[in-house]
C-alpha cells in the first residue's frame, strides 16, 4: 500500500467544472509535488511546495491552482480545464525541501482525470 | 541541462530470461541516480538507488551499479517474472539538488 493518499482515484468533469484533487501523507515529509503524465510518458513537474510555500511553478497555466493547507495536504484546485489537460495528476512526497538522494519521492497512486 | 536516456521499449521476455535496461545520463558532477517502477493502473515506485561512483543499488532482484565512467546506470535481473510486468523509469537528481529528471521510460512484458 502506498503511503501517499490520493482522492479522488477517478474523476471526470466537464469544461465548465470546478473540481479539487486532494493528497495526504503522514510520513512526516515536508515537501509535496504534483505531477501531470500523460499515457506512454514520464511524469512531467508542475508544483512543488516545501515547508508548505509554493517553491516551484513548472509554468503550469492558471486553470490549476494548487493548494497546501498545512504540511500533511496537498490540493490541486481545477477550474476551466481543457480536453487536453487529461492525463493522471500524481502526489508525491519527499523528506526534506527538495528531492535528493537522501530523500527520495514517494508517490501516490494518482487520480485519473478525464476533461469532456 | 542535465538529462537521462533510456532505450526504446517494449522489452518482451520471457518468465525465468535475463534483463537488461539501459540507462545513460548527462549531468555535471556527481548525481544521484535511480530507478522507478510503474505497475498498471498505479502511481511510480522507487526501485533502487545509487549516490555515488561503483554504488550498486539492488531490491528485489533488481540491480544497478553507478558507472561514472560510462555515465549509466543500466538495470539488470537474473530472472523475470510475469508479475515485474510494468514500466521502468530512470531518474537522476542533479548534485544541486534540483528537481527529479525522468527518463521516458521503457515498458517491460514478461509472458509465462
Known amino acids: 500500500d502506498t503511503e501517499v493518499t490520493q482522492t479522488p482515484k477517478h474523476l471526470v468533469m466537464g469544461m465548465t467544472n470546478k473540481k479539487s484533487l486532494k493528497c495526504e501523507q503522514h510520513?512526516?515529509?515536508?515537501?509535496m509535488y504534483w505531477y501531470k503524465q500523460k499515457a506512454k510518458k514520464p511524469p512531467e513537474l508542475m508544483f512543488v511546495y516545501s515547508y508548505e510555500k509554493l517553491s516551484i511553478n513548472e509554468s503550469v497555466p492558471s486553470r490549476f491552482s494548487p493548494e497546501c493547507p498545512n504540511s500533511s495536504l496537498l490540493n490541486l484546485h481545477l477550474h476551466a480545464l481543457q480536453p487536453e489537460d487529461s492525463a493522471l495528476y500524481l502526489c508525491a512526497s519527499s523528506q526534506e525541501g527538495s528531492s535528493s538522494y537522501n530523500s527520495p519521492l514517494h508517490f501516490g497512486n494518482g487520480t485519473r482525470l478525464t476533461v469532456t | 541541462g542535465d538529462s537521462v536516456t533510456q532505450m526504446e521499449g517494449p522489452v518482451t521476455l520471457s518468465e525465468e530470461a535475463f534483463l537488461t535496461i539501459n540507462c545513460t545520463y548527462t549531468?555535471?558532477?556527481?548525481?544521484?541516480l535511480f530507478w522507478y517502477v510503474q505497475y498498471p493502473g498505479e502511481g511510480l515506485q522507487l526501485l533502487l538507488k545509487?549516490?555515488?561512483?561503483?554504488d550498486k543499488g539492488s531490491n528485489k532482484g533488481f540491480e544497478a551499479t553507478y558507472r561514472k565512467e560510462t555515465t549509466s546506470f543500466h538495470l539488470e535481473k537474473g530472472s523475470v517474472q510475469v508479475s515485474d510486468s510494468a514500466v521502468y523509469f530512470c531518474?537522476?537528481?542533479?548534485?544541486?539538488?534540483?528537481?527529479?529528471?525522468f527518463g521516458k521510460g521503457t515498458t517491460l512484458s514478461v509472458s509465462s
Open positions: 549531468a555535471t558532477g556527481y548525481p544521484s
Open positions: 510520513m512526516g515529509h515536508r515537501a
Open positions: 545509487a549516490t555515488k561512483a561503483d
Open positions: 531518474a537522476l537528481v542533479g548534485q544541486a539538488g534540483t528537481a527529479l529528471i
